[in-house]
């Protein structure tokens, strides 16, 4: 798995001091219908954006929590990597989106009939955010709304 | 720190009604945040669903992270460690 190891000593100073968010109490939504009846959407933070969106602020103190729409139809290898952290190597998911964004991989569990539906929508988030205030009283609600507006039934989350 | 804001994300979908499975590449981290359905995966940060072009890993990690969705047996916090 990810260590902290990975990280330089300047990283891995700040990670140990840094005061982790803990979920509490932990909200809990059992899957009431199958799989193959279900709508599912993507939350990544690899930071990917479309191309012409408008980038994440790499600038913004605590991290920018806004998030970006990308649409279900799009084409992984256009995705653009707006992510601002330097403590991981982004190569990989540069050379294969799917790696962080699995979009293809949900159009294959579709198509197989693993599941219902791909959402016509899916959300993007810089997940560098040292500062999570806004996020969690704004932007993750905010995302949260929208995607139950559509009906998603599950969403996959994939960090990087 | 992507990790903690997935499992940040992921509590405020289920509030909301959705069932969510939260990748994660530090297990110290997924302890702590204790997002509702964690999957503690053995790559390395920039890796989460394994190799680039390896689709049949890649979806070996998501089928792990939908019988998660379908074992009525865990509860909150679940984690669960993947092993390929």
Redesign the interface.
Known sequence: MGDFSEFSLKTRLFLKAYRWRRIDPVPWTPLLKPLASCRVALVSSAGFVLPGQEPFDEMKRGGDSSFREIPSAVEPGTLVDAHRSESFDHSAMLRDPNLAFPIDRLRELRDSGRIGHVNHRHFSFMGSLTATGRLVAETAPAAAKLLAQDGVDVALLVPV | ?????????????????????????????AL?????RAL??????????????R?EG??AV??A??RM??D?AL???ALLDYSA
């Open positions: 720190m992507c990790n903690q804001t997935v499992c940040l994300v992921a509590a405020e979908l289920e509030r909301q009604g959705i069932a969510t499975v939260a990748i994660q590449l530090l297990r110290e981290i702590h945040a204790r997002p509702p503690v995966v053995p790559f390395r940060h920039g890796h989460p669903l394994g190799e680039p072009d689709p890649q979806r998501l089928e992270a939908l969705l379908e009525r509860r909150p916090p």
